[in-house]
């Protein structure tokens, strides 16, 4: 972020955190112009795609990627399971696709675990059920 003013020792005291604060306003007024649909979808994208690189699916060989992180990815999964299974009545025609994709990354981690947890027991399986 940059600013009119030059970095000095004299410079006020928080006007960093001012600049910042500044940026977050400006931030959520665009969020307020976002429908919460398209705010839930683009959460969706974002827990999605990182549980994806934490199970090294972004690599030709998963379980040799140096992305791998199965703690990651089981927070990240849960999390994702908990916004799908929460908003499922405002996902509208997107909402098997979403479903679906959530499944491949269930089946994705119990594939990656050296030790598969017991079906209903993996990572988002208290609020989709048991994935096989």
Known sequence: MTTDQPASSDQAPGSSLEDHIDAREVELVDLADVSAQEIIFRSIVVLMSAAAEKLGLADDEPTGSPHLDLDEARKLVTAL??????????????????????????????????YPDKPGEGPGEKFTGPVY
């Open 81 to 114: 399971a908990g916004l799908v299974a929460g908003s499922a009545e405002y996902l509208g025609p997107q909402a098997g696709v979403v479903r679906d994709g959530l499944q491949g990354l269930q089946h994705a981690f119990r594939e990656a675990s050296a």
